[in-house]
């Protein structure tokens, strides 16, 4: 039947429905598609091969097994979906009914083939990935237009398919694709590729063909000779990747139809580089190399700038590679237009540190990973002005920055020396950067900061000393940073006070985001400080944080505070308080539980994000009342908080809380009701929530099904305790308060134990019949009073004698989804067509109104000569349609004549069928026929049927009919 939801039951009546259904639904507690808004993706898990496009919400990921039904939870404006999974094939149009979707990203390893039209119905899609392997390529069926429809795609990303076995024209319906990138296709030559470009891929401007294994680049035509490479296509490119590939071989114009390039990354083996040029390409902006060794000749770096000034280039990187000497006669070949240098995880015999002024129009240098010991750019170069505006040094092996070190660089702005073995900051050693704005020197060995080191950094706004162990900090160190906006500063392993005030004087006004990492702990003193200009997020870590100073004015522009710590308080209270503008809140106890006193959370009204991580409340603390006044709140996660319950009045505040995300190591109570006063909740993430085997938490299950706004992730996955074991929570649910619930039927009923002991072996054979029996009995009492007869029929005379003959030919139990198909296929096949014309009864039509739901189902299955029920996955699901089978089954065994004919409307597994074990066990006992897909065989189908519900005599001995 399907049209009312369980919900809509009274208490006693679904408490006899959990004691009569073998087969709780508690096994089919699984939503396959999530959807969530974008500002709570931070703390949603994580989908593998998932990329979300900012500003693309709703967000949905799905782990499908059946692409069409499980699609069908995704909601019409969800406009960013991915989808994982166990899936063969993409039908036509199997994308149609989510008009909104702008990104789709589909995991398919398995997939076997894209059918045509797959993708028709998307007119506002912009981005589409296709992953077939992860590390090789697949030959997949893709027929010419699967990506028909797709006249407005921007981004098309291929991963793993062998191009080889796909039609050529396979892109043509892509007309507006800006950007494609094609990997692990096993081609070898990449002519291949062009020539399954369309000449109206007009807009393409970045072309990325990366690890597949191409070896070379010839002018060969297309394989046939039937089309020929598009032309106007290539010449609009700007942007070439090919790294991943082995590319040895170059033809000589080759490439010539490439004159407008902005990037080319190439990965190149050859024996000369002067095949690259050679290839005809035109002027190219930016080159980037790799793997490509150049023999021990000072000759080969000149010809590497003979590719320069060919080619006009203005960025240049090389990536893995091997020379003997780089000096500044090497580069004085290379010309002016050269300005940015980057050499990676690479070798030089010689470095001579003045190459630079061959060529003192470099404004952007990097070597980093080179293995570095001293960077002497500046000595020795007669005063000459270097103009960089960038230098990266990081993961070298520089043990000092000395004095005057980069003197010669009075343009530099970005200055990376992260890790490297810097122990100390000679005098002056970053005097004469007055423009420089990020300096990062994390990841070093710098114990001291002194007043001097950063005084000539007036301009710095961004400055990274994280992961350094600093045992001192002088006063005023920070005094000349005005424009400082981003501060990570640590390890202070031995500074037990920090005077924010002092090493500041006073605060950054511009900051927007400080970073301090206190190890062991340390106490802060604010002073008198100003308040910042804006607003900032604040992170800090250590065993114990203390601060002297708790209303200062400098905690009122806080807006993020992320803490690591054991102890965060301001004078014996706990910190958090003190910070009244807090928007996000995490705090992590780290290894240990933090102890929380008095947490005095509720203070913080504007919060709209808290995380609470290995923390533990302790005898002071009300953890009843931690979440009240906090109406704002969106998000909360809980993680190993030693919470023992979980309650209403906890929450009864939280009504702008859309996610709740639980994660607990010790055993936690949930208790009933708690979810009613949270309107908001859209997403319940239970990462591990370890239960108690006891039917008291059989409401999460009842709350968990009948939810429709509310997705239940990982529910399924969650164990609980039972006798000291550790079982899964939703198969010994299913068990246990199946037992549990008899054991209290009877005790409430009888009164006895023996009664209960009796009653309870032969309630497992008699329970159907006896509430049969029970709707039987009542409508006889109706009748003795004068109510209408519950049965109507009428006696006429036949060959034999007297016979009955039902009101109905048969009585319809279907689902409420599955009222279309009745209603336009069924119906008129049955009674509006064909010999014999049938009366059906179906629900919506024939039910009297008024009249009790049961009352109805009895009355009409009593009155029709048969019962046919349409299966499908919510048939399955819907209390209703499960009784609706249980008084038909009842009757059929109670008067022989009565038929049940079973109809699949969809393929079920033996796998879903094992849930409901009296349908499994006649399934597997009887052949039968599934609906036809295909309209031929659908007239046999029709008059089968009809035989069979118009057939009086029994069809055989069980009288079950399965088409």
Not at 833 to 838: E, F, I, T, V
Not at 875 to 883: F, M, P, T
């Amino acid at each position: 039947m399907g049209v009312h939801d369980s919900n809509s039951l009274c208490f006693w009546w679904r408490f006899i429905l959990v004691l009569s259904i073998c087969n709780i639904v508690f096994t089919i507690i699984h939503k396959r598609c999530l959807t969530i808004e974008e500002h709570l993706l931070r703390e949603m898990p994580k989908t593998p091969n998932c990329y979300h496009y900012p500003g693309r919400g709703l967000y949905a990921d799905c782990n499908i097994i059946d692409l069409r039904t499980d699609l069908s939870e995704v909601g019409l404006d969800v406009r960013s979906l991915c989808i994982v999974g166990d899936i063969s094939s993409i039908p036509a149009d199997a994308f149609s009914h989510l008009p909104s979707l702008e990104v789709l990203q589909i995991d398919g390893t398995r997939l076997e083939r894209v059918q045509s039209g797959a993708f028709s119905g998307l007119p506002n899609l912009k981005h589409l990935s296709l992953l077939f392997s992860d590390a090789i390529c697949r030959s997949v069926t893709m027929e010419p237009l699967a990506f028909a429809g797709l006249s407005n795609l921007e981004e098309l990303t291929l991963r793993g398919l062998k191009m080889f076995n796909v039609s050529s024209s396979i892109f043509d319906p892509l007309v507006s694709i800006t950007r494609l990138e094609i990997s692990r296709t096993c081609a070898q030559d990449l002519s291949d590729i062009f020539c399954y470009l369309p000449d109206g891929m007009s807009h393409l401007k970045n072309l990325s063909v990366i690890d597949s294994g191409i070896s070379t680049i010839e002018t060969k035509g297309c394989p046939g000779g039937s089309k020929t490479w598009p032309v106007n296509v290539l010449s609009g490119i700007q942007n070439l990747y090919l790294i991943g590939n082995s590319i040895k071989i170059i033809q000589a114009n080759s490439l010539v139809v490439f004159q407008n390039l902005s990037r080319l990354f190439l990965e190149f083996k050859g024996k000369s580089l002067d095949s690259i040029w050679e290839s005809g390409i035109g002027k190219v902006n930016e080159l980037s190399l790799t793997g490509t060794v150049i023999k021990k000749y000072s000759t080969n770096f000149k010809d590497l700038c003979h590719l320069v000034t060919n080619l006009h280039l203005q960025s240049l990187s090389l990536i893995f590679t091997s020379t003997d000497r780089l000096a500044a006669e090497d580069l004085n070949e290379c010309g002016t237009t050269l300005t940015k240098l980057f050499i990676s995880i690479s070798e030089v015999g010689h470095l001579d540190f003045n190459f630079w002024t061959g060529n003192i129009g470099f404004q952007a240098l990097q070597m980093s990973y080179m293995k570095l010991t001293d960077v002497p750019f500046c000595v020795a170069v007669n005063g000459t002005v270097w103009s960089l505006t960038l230098l990266d040094l990081t993961g070298n092996s520089i043990s000092e920055v000395g004095r005057d070190q980069f003197a010669c660089m009075p343009l530099l702005e970005q200055l990376f020396l992260s890790y490297n073995t810097i122990k100390t900051l000679q005098l002056h050693a970053f005097r004469g950067l007055h423009r420089l704005k990020i300096l990062k020197i994390d990841s070093n060995k710098i114990s001291q900061l002194t007043a001097k080191d950063f005084r000539s950094l007036k301009a710095l706004e961004v400055l990274h000393i994280n992961n350094n162990i600093i045992e001192t900090i002088e006063v005023g160190t920070f005094q000349d940073q005005q424009e400082l906006r981003e501060l990570t500063l640590g390890r202070l392993e031995y500074i037990y006070e920090l005077h924010l005030n002092r090493i500041f004087y006073g605060f950054p006004l511009k900051i927007q985001r400080l970073s301090i990492d206190a190890h062991y702990g340390t106490t802060f003193y604010l002073g008198r400080t100003s308040q910042p200009e804006g607003t900032f997020v604040l992170e800090l870590n250590g065993d114990r944080l203390d601060f002297a100073d708790c209303n200062t004015s400098v905690f009122i522009a806080v807006r993020e505070l992320n803490v690591i710590c054991t102890h965060f308080i301001c004078k014996n209270d706990f910190m958090a308080p003190y910070f009244p503008n807090l928007e996000s809140f995490e705090i992590s106890g780290g290894a240990e539980r933090a102890p929380l006193i008095n947490t005095k959370i509720s203070t913080l009204h504007r919060l709209k994000r808290l995380k609470l991580i290995n923390l533990s409340f302790s005898n002071n603390t009300d953890a009843g009342s931690v979440f009240w006044n906090l109406t704002r709140l969106q998000i909360l996660v809980l993680v190993n908080c030693h919470l023992s319950f979980l309650t209403t009045s906890m929450f009864k505040d939280l009504t702008s809380l859309q996610l709740l995300r639980l994660y607990s190591d010790s055993p936690l109570v949930l208790i009933d009701g708690m979810f009613e006063v949270l309107p908001a909740l859209t997403a319940f993430v239970l990462d591990k929530v370890d239960f108690q085997c006891s039917c008291e938490n059989g409401w999460i299950l009842d709350w968990a099904q009948s939810t429709e706004k509310v997705q239940v992730i990982y529910l399924q996955m969650q164990k609980c305790i039972w006798r000291y074991q550790k079982l899964n929570f939703l198969a010994t649910m299913e068990k246990l308060c199946q037992t549990d619930a008899q054991y209290i039927f009877y005790v409430a009923t009888a009164g006895s134990v023996c009664l209960l002991l009796s009653a309870a072996v032969g309630y497992r054979f008699a329970r159907w019949p006896s509430v049969v029996l029970f709707f039987r009995l009542r409508g006889w009492v109706e009748r003795m009073f004068g109510r209408q007869w519950l049965r109507r029929r009428r006696r006429v005379e036949g060959a034999d004698g007297e016979i009955e003959e039902m009101r109905y030919d048969a009585f319809v139990s279907f689902c409420n989804r599955d009222e279309a198909w009745v209603l336009g296929e069924m119906a008129p096949r049955l009674e509006e067509q064909g010999n014999p014309r049938l009366r059906l009864c179906l629900h919506h039509r024939d039910f009297e109104v008024g009249k009790d739901i049961m009352d109805n189902i009895t009355e009409s299955i009593y009155s029709s000569q048969c019962t046919v029920c349409l299966i499908s996955r919510r048939y399955l699901r819907s209390n209703w349609c499960s009784l609706e089978m249980r008084v038909a089954t009842h009757r059929q065994l109670e008067e022989q004549k009565h038929r049940l004919i079973l109809i699949f409307l969809e393929h079920i597994s033996p796998f879903e069928l094992s849930a409901f074990h009296r349908l499994a066990r006649l399934v597997r006992s009887r052949t039968y026929l599934d609906w036809p897909e295909d309209e031929g065989d659908r007239v046999h189908f029709w008059d089968r049927l009809r035989r069979n519900v118009a057939e009086e005599d029994t069809v055989n001995e069980t009288n079950l009919i399965i088409i």
